[in-house]
């Protein structure tokens, strides 16, 4: 799994280190955004393979960082994973809707976070269309 890398969008430096240590225990680079407006310039700056974010984030939540993800054609296809201490009833589904690939609530299980992201990675990305 080594080269694998993911992007990590949130504003809590104690998560982002938790976050550091779990994934770089189990071989996935990592690189870190800690608000909405600098998210979208890192994933352009690093492109990941996946892309976790937390909702709660400065200078925006993270569904606009989503939509934004989402609107962007070199960005569109890259997974993301909802990570987030807000209500998973009341947010959920708005991610999912969103393109998330997947919601996790926090605190996270480890196992659970590292099965997931594992599937996503695993995924084939479908090819993107061309204009010729």
């Known amino acids: 799994m080594s080269n694998v890398k993911i992007l990590v ?6 998560v982002r280190l938790g976050y550091q ?38 200078a925006g939540d ?4 989503l939509d934004r993800l989402r609107t962007n054609t070199n960005l569109s296809m890259i997974p993301v994973v909802v990570v987030s201490g807000r209500d998973a009833r009341a947010n959920k589904e ?4 969103a393109g998330a690939k ?15 992201l594992g599937q996503l990675l695993s995924q084939p990305t479908p090819p993107v269309s061309q204009s010729t």
């Open 9 to 14: 969008i949130e504003d809590d430096a104690d």
């Open 21 to 58: 240590i779990l994934l770089k225990a189990n071989h996935y680079e990592t690189v870190f955004a800690a608000d909405s407006s600098s998210a979208v310039s890192e994933a352009r700056k690093h492109t990941p393979d996946l892309i976790i974010l937390d909702l709660g984030l400065p």
């Open 62 to 65: 993270g569904f606009i960082v």
């Open 94 to 97: 708005r991610a999912l809707m």
């Open 102 to 116: 997947a919601f996790v609530q926090k605190p996270w299980n480890d196992n659970e976070l590292l099965a997931i």
